[in-house]
């Protein structure tokens, strides 16, 4: 007797309805109790189903007892049986006729318009049918009953749609006929449908169908045709579902479908990679080819693209040598796309791609790759060397590789010039390979080449590697590129230029903004050539915009204003020598950005340059301050007008005794600056510590009243820190500025009488006079000489004997 797998409404075949000829007891197997279908008689006369008395007569053995009748418990002397042909004959015929009835009743229960309990009750009878004995399959499909099951998918019952999936499973079951009718017109679609559309239940039979129609080959392009149903199958795979049926069966179907090449292909775009990825490991050529093929068309996330690398990548790298060139374009085209991702750049190393890849780049001869497969080539180098992954790039700049890639450079195209520059962009960015390249690139000349691609307007990303190049080649190289830019062909303006255009910040502004940065800052003739261009005006519009929020860019806003306030600041190294550059200072008030820079907290680097740019400013003040006019001298007409006072000028500036301000003078006292300046030098970066030093320090400059300065400088506090300064010894440049600064103060006799007992600073003298550089030496000598640890015979303090 069969079981129903649902519970509900059983599938016994012992139970029969109106219509169906009375079952005969002498059908009926008196172990099973079920109509039999091999029935075989014992030496005593009794009749049984063959499986079950065989199934006895081992109980019997197994428990050392004799054989016997399972009806009479007597012994049998042989357990030898024979078949009851005449029997099984009638039984059959008995089974055909029952069986055309029932297939009468269902043909005439399965229309939608019929009782639900009726048509429950015909599919049950079909199942019965197809699962008692598969000959009747034939009979059902020769009725035409698949149709009408497939109506029964149309009900608007979730009951009758999920027993008519049941059905027309027991049917299909290696049946290929029967599938073939089942997946005729739309049904196939419908089972699609009801993947996402049904309840647990009902997902299942419909997943259930479609494996048993998979396992027809010619119905695997049918399901994989559907619209969604590979999507659907594969989002079942990965759901987690409480059924674990659904899921095995989804999986079990896209199995069996695999078969496919082209459905491996449609898998594989929906994120079921690993059918594509076995027939690439294990297929033939062809298909190894077609698979590498699509794989390089794939667009796949970073972990798809480690899972790729770790599991085809030496499969790849093999194709890549081989001497076939569609397998070798192939193979180069699916390592572009998997060689982008830091973490698969890193497997593709350590299964060795580099040796091959460099042979392909620079190799000239027989079966060498064309230039579209070279660009190829050049872009995957280009990715394994600008991933974040540390490894040993110096075999990159071996055996002349650099001066061969600069040849390469000046004798292709801009595509692969462009993959070429990358390259050089990832080997300037190591510490171990820069040199190598900067050799390379000053002994062959060819910064005047590489320069020429800043004007290139054709194509975008080939200026924005040679700019990220000349970038990192600047702090090595800044004279030769300052020359080369001040040249007539205008690749100057044209950094300018990119720098000013009016669109959120990029990358190739950044880099454009720090590569002029990193050039000589006292280079008169560069800033000329600037100030011609009108780059100081188009700097500082863009330094104000991004300081007023009008201009957007979060991720290369950072190094963006840092090169622009690092340009911005070279125009403060001239003033001395360029009457334009202090017209431009005064004109766009540049002292006073710089003073609101100074409070670029977290901005080290902009802090530091705005301290120079201060000094450097404040260093002119002695010059442009002006000095107002005497009153003009009256006749004296008695001797007691000739004795009055001297004509005294308000308002003054207390250190440069003139008319000053921030503006015009670039005076730090007028400006408030001295207090900004005093709070830097707690900062925890000690150059820009340094360079607020230096700015304070123009305050006790020859020239001026040394003592006013100091003044100036206790009435903000800052005698404390500069001391504290010159006791910690951070660094030995700023140690020398330090004593420097002290000794000026010292001169003071009362600061120099409270500090004289202080044993660190005086420690620190002692140790600049024993360590430091001759002029430092000297200097806190004199330093020492003031607190009297050192004798000065015409010193400040009188002989207290």
């Known amino acids: 007797m069969v079981g129903s797998s649902d519970g509900n409404q059983s599938d016994d075949s012992s139970h029969f309805e ?262 690439l490991l294990e297929g033939s050529p062809e298909t190894k080819l077609s698979m590498a093929s699509f794989l390089g068309e794939l667009p796949l996330n970073n972990d798809v693209k480690v899972l790729v690398a770790q599991t085809v990548g030496s499969s790849l790298v093999d194709l890549m040598r081989s001497g076939d060139m569609p397998q070798r374009e192939a193979a180069l085209r699916a390592l572009d796309k998997i060689s982008s991702f830091e973490g698969s750049a890193k497997v593709l190393i350590s299964i060795g791609i580099l040796p091959p890849l460099i042979k392909d780049l620079f190799y000239v001869g027989p079966n060498n790759l064309p230039i579209r497969l070279k660009e190829v080539s050049a872009t995957i180098l280009a990715n394994i060397v600008n991933i974040g992954y540390d490894f040993d790039k110096v075999t990159l700049v071996s055996e002349n590789r650099v001066e061969n890639l600069l040849h390469l450079i000046s004798n292709t195209g801009p595509a692969i010039q462009c993959k070429l520059l990358e390259v050089l962009v990832g080997l300037t960015s190591c510490p171990k390979t820069v040199p190598k390249v900067v050799y390379a690139i000053k002994t062959s000349g060819a910064i005047i080449s590489l320069v020429q691609f800043i004007e290139v307007r054709e194509n975008d990303d080939l200026r924005l590697a040679s700019i990220k190049l000349l970038h990192n080649l600047s702090p090595f190289m800044s004279e030769e590129l300052a020359k080369a830019l001040c040249g007539t062909a205008g690749q100057l303006g044209s950094l300018v230029t990119i720098i000013s255009e009016k669109t959120p910040i990029t990358e190739e502004q950044a880099a454009a903004a720090g590569l002029l940065a990193e050039l000589p800052d006292r280079d008169l003739g560069l800033t000329q050539e600037m100030l011609e261009v009108g780059a100081f005006e188009k700097i500082i519009a863009k330094v104000n915009g991004i300081r007023q929020g009008d201009i957007k860019g979060m991720r290369f806003v950072s190094p963006f204003l840092e090169g622009l306030v690092r340009i911005l600041a070279r125009i403060t190294f001239v003033v001395n020598k360029e009457a334009r550059a202090i017209t431009f200072c005064r004109e766009y008030n540049v002292a006073s950005l710089f003073l609101h820079l100074l409070q670029s907290n977290g901005q080290d680097n902009i802090q530091m340059v705005s301290a120079m740019a201060l000094e450097n400013l404040s260093l002119e003040s002695i010059k442009l301050t002006r000095v107002p006019d005497p009153p003009p001298l009256n006749y004296c007409g008695s001797i007691f007008s000739c004795m009055r006072k001297p004509h005294v000028v308000n308002g003054l500036c207390k250190i440069h005794q003139g008319i000053c301000s921030l503006r015009e003078t670039f005076c730090l006292v007028e400006g408030g600056a001295v207090e900004k300046l005093v709070a830097l030098l707690d900062h925890e970066n000690v150059k820009v510590v340094e360079a607020a030093l230096a700015a304070l320090s123009s305050l006790l400059e020859d020239g001026l009243d040394v003592e006013k300065g100091v003044k100036i400088l206790d009435e903000a506090d800052g005698i404390p820190h500069i001391l504290n300064v010159l006791r910690e010894n951070r660094t030995e440049r700023l140690t020398r500025r330090a004593v420097w600064m002290v000794e000026r103060i010292l001169r003071i006799e009362d600061i120099a009488r409270e500090v004289a007992e202080e044993q660190t600073l005086s420690a620190a003298l002692v140790d600049a006079f024993q360590n430091a550089d001759f002029r430092t030496r000297q200097i806190a000598e004199n330093a020492l000489k003031h607190i009297d640890k050192i004798p000065n015979f015409s010193g400040i303090f009188p002989n207290m004997a």
């Open 18 to 279: 109106r219509g169906v000829d009375h079952i005969y007891e002498a059908f009926i197997c008196p172990l099973t109790k079920e109509v039999m279908h091999d029935p075989v008689t014992l030496e005593n006369g009794r009749t049984f189903e063959r499986e079950a008395i065989e199934k006895w007569f081992k109980e019997c053995r197994d428990s050392g007892r004799p054989p016997s009748c399972p009806l009479t418990s007597h012994d049998l002397s042989s357990t030898d049986v024979s078949p009851s042909i005449a029997l099984r004959n009638t039984i059959e015929e008995w089974r055909s006729r029952n069986d055309a009835a029932k297939l009468d009743i269902a043909r005439q229960s399965l229309f939608l318009g019929n009782a639900e309990t009726d048509i429950l009750q015909a599919l049950m009878h079909v199942r019965q049918i197809c699962r008692t004995i598969r000959s009747n399959r034939h009979g059902v499909r020769n009725s035409q009953l698949i149709h009408m099951i497939i109506d029964m998918l149309k009900s608007t019952s979730h009951r009758v749609r999920y027993k008519a999936l049941q059905t027309l499973q027991v049917v299909v079951e290696g049946d290929d006929e029967s599938k073939a009718i089942v997946a005729e017109g739309d049904t196939v679609r419908t089972l699609v449908k009801f993947l996402s559309h049904e309840p647990s239940k009902g997902r299942e039979a419909a997943v259930s169908l479609l494996f048993e129609l998979s396992k027809s080959e010619a119905l695997c392009e049918k399901i994989g045709s559907i619209h969604g149903a590979l999507i659907l199958l594969i989002g079942l795979t990965s759901s987690n579902s409480e059924n674990v049926s659904i899921v095995e069966k989804a999986d079990r179907t896209l199995e069996n479908m695999e078969r496919s090449e082209e459905i491996v292909r449609q898998m594989a775009s929906y994120g079921r990679l690993q059918p594509l990825l076995g027939k």
